[in-house]
């Protein structure tokens, strides 16, 4: 009680999953707390401490909703399996025979016993009521790409490295099948189990939001690796060998992610370096190219631009308008289209399936009134006569920031 296993440290890598890497911030924050608050909710529940528990986790579970809902929900998920365990053993005890009629039981009292959990429900009902929500949920059971977010869960630059790390885990799950030495928590085996099921069950967008369940994977084969724990009688020497192998798991991969950010940062410092070029108050039309080819590493340039809204107070095009998500959203009718994201994503051939454009058609298309400066972050190459109109400000590598060149052009109405 209250030891870490040595085979946690195969899982810690996890916390750079690719989930975190994409950019969902926000989310890797809720995940964390409702992980901390799994814990609490176990310590809480080993003490019989269930009122207080209640006392605490009914506040606590609505902020947790608040900071993502998909952490409210797996701590849901987590907390139920716990409880089911708990409630079986509690009724396997008292009455050894009745194994059916015990689980069933066990799943009523389960569920009471996580109500303190279910008031975000109401809030939720609440929230997604009304004509002013909406977003499909759609793509369900893709199993083409549920194999791939898998494979994924520890994606960031180097594909041999990053598939070779995911192999590593799914071989230490193996051994803990195979290995007489180390066995899973019955506990967090059956919460690795409900993850699972809730994967396989997730669709691919939720209210208009894409990769709910690539965001699932990484936690439950966490959970599923830290479940593994030493058998009672395994030597010292055992031991010591498989924190060793741990330890060195997580420091070749953490040595790799550290290489990798700071080859991140050094492409960001370059692409950024335009931002204080731009006077406060512009409006500009951002295009950051892309290949049509998922990449398995990403440049994470292609959001660069918002750092002008937070730097310079300025318009960018990049923006998610979401029915639903947002509490504000942009209103610029002039910008047409190409006031919300992905208009600045392009390419140099229209991408089959993507709603992004060509590089010649957006700089052809942009409205020339509705935005002051256009910006270039690695674009494609394209026709210099697209620009003539343009006045080139700024070259940093091969990102270009130009100027519109215009009579005087009042500034279009409907600015918001």
């Known amino acids: 009680m209250g030891r870490i296993p040595a085979t946690a440290l195969f899982a810690l890598p996890l916390a750079y999953s690719y989930p975190f890497q994409f950019g969902f911030v926000n989310f890797a924050l809720g995940m964390a707390l409702a992980l901390n608050l799994f814990a609490l909710w176990l310590r809480m529940g080993r ?11 009914v506040p606590v579970s609505c902020l947790l909703w608040l900071c993502h809902t998909f952490g409210w929900g797996v701590l849901g998920v987590l907390a139920f399996s716990a409880e089911l365990i708990r409630q079986h ?28 959990l279910a008031l975000p429900m109401v809030m939720m009902v609440v929230w997604r009521s009304g004509d002013h929500v909406g977003g499909k949920t759609q793509d369900w059971f893709n199993w083409r790409w549920k194999m791939n977010w898998i494979t994924m869960v ?7 490295f990053d598939i070779a790390s995911v192999t590593v885990l799914f071989v230490i799950l193996f051994r803990g099948v195979r290995d007489q030495t180390i066995e ?15 994967y396989i069950l997730l669709p691919r967008i939720v209210f208009g939001s894409a990769y709910a369940d690539m965001r699932l994977a990484p936690f439950m084969l966490g959970i599923a690796v830290i479940a593994l724990r030493p058998r009672h009688g395994l030597s010292l020497r055992g031991a010591a060998v498989l924190a060793v192998l741990g330890f060195a798991f997580f420091g070749v991969r953490l040595a790799g992610t550290t290489v990798s950010y700071l080859m991140y940062d050094r492409s960001y410092d370059q692409a950024i370096a335009a931002i204080d070029t731009v006077p406060e108050r512009s409006r500009v039309v951002s295009f950051v190219g892309r290949r049509c080819r998922d990449d398995w590493a990403y440049s994470r340039l292609e959001h660069v631009p918002a750092l002008l809204l937070e730097r310079r107070l300025a318009f960018t ?17 002039a910008a047409k289209g190409f006031a919300h994201d992905p208009s600045e994503i392009v390419s140099d051939i229209k991408c089959r399936g993507q709603f992004w454009r060509p ?21 494609p190459k394209f026709d210099s006569k697209l620009v003539r109109d343009l006045t080139l400000i700024r070259r940093d590598g091969t990102s270009l920031l130009y100027r519109v060149n215009r009579a005087a052009a009042a500034r279009p109405a409907g600015t918001e």
Do not use: E
């Open 154 to 160: 520890l994606r960031d630059r180097w594909m041999t």
């Open 317 to 333: 095009n990049d923006q998610w308008s979401m029915a639903g998500a947002q509490l504000m959203t942009t209103h610029y009718p």
């Open 184 to 198: 899973y928590s019955r506990n967090l085996s059956l919460s690795a189990l409900f993850l699972a099921i809730v």
């Open 47 to 57: 003490l019989d401490r269930r009122q207080l528990r209640t006392i605490i986790f």
């Open 89 to 116: 053993d509690i009724r396997r005890d008292s009455d050894p025979k009745s194994w059916a009629h015990g689980w069933f039981k066990a799943c009523i009292q389960a569920g009471l016993n996580c109500l303190p």
């Open 359 to 379: 590089i010649g058609v957006a700089l052809q298309k942009f409205p020339r009134d509705a935005f002051d400066y256009v910006w270039l972050i690695h674009p």
